[in-house]
């Protein structure tokens, strides 16, 4: 499935291979229409970003909990409809906590895989958004425009 979900945003790569050569673990793409594959020392931070949360999130028997500290970057933004179906997903194998300051991404989950992050006077605590409060919102503006305006609280920064 690594390969497949790579495909989508990098159309020409036709395989991954891991090698080790000298006790160094090493990362190949082969892409179409080239000889010799790629190393991942020349692929784009972009590309080992994904590849990295493609390893991480498609693991079928993932450790008991996952925390990913912004996803979002070093990718395009477009990419995070896919991101967010990859955490979905991958929340139902393990539990997973991420943490993000991309409004694309908060717009791509579903309101009740998101819990908001706020701080007072007497430390953090997280809440729970509850969709149906949400319902009347959701018709005119995108999760993650709502949390810009301030909407569903936590902090966008």
């Not at 050569?21 to 020349?42: C, D, K, N, S």
Request: charge should be negative; hydrophobic fraction near 40%; charged fraction near 25%.
């Amino acid at each position: 499935p690594v390969i497949e979900n790579l495909k989508k945003f990098y159309d020409e790569a036709e395989e991954l291979s891991v090698k080790i050569y000298g006790g160094t673990v090493q990362i190949f793409i082969r892409e179409e229409g080239l000889i010799q594959p790629i190393p991942a020392t020349r692929l784009s931070d972009g590309t080992l970003r994904y590849l990295f949360l493609l390893a991480l999130l498609l693991d079928p028997t993932p450790p008991p909990l996952l925390c990913i500290k912004e996803p979002e970057i070093g990718l395009h933004p477009d990419m995070m409809s896919t991101i967010a179906d990859l955490l979905v997903e991958a929340s139902r194998r393990t539990q997973l906590i991420v943490t993000t300051h991309s409004e694309a991404l908060v717009s791509s989950l579903p309101p009740e895989s998101v819990l908001v992050c706020e701080r007072n006077q007497w430390g953090s605590h997280l809440r729970r958004l509850d969709s149906d409060l949400l319902k009347e919102w959701l018709k005119e503006f995108s999760l993650g425009h709502l949390w810009r305006m301030g909407e569903i609280g936590g902090t966008i920064w």
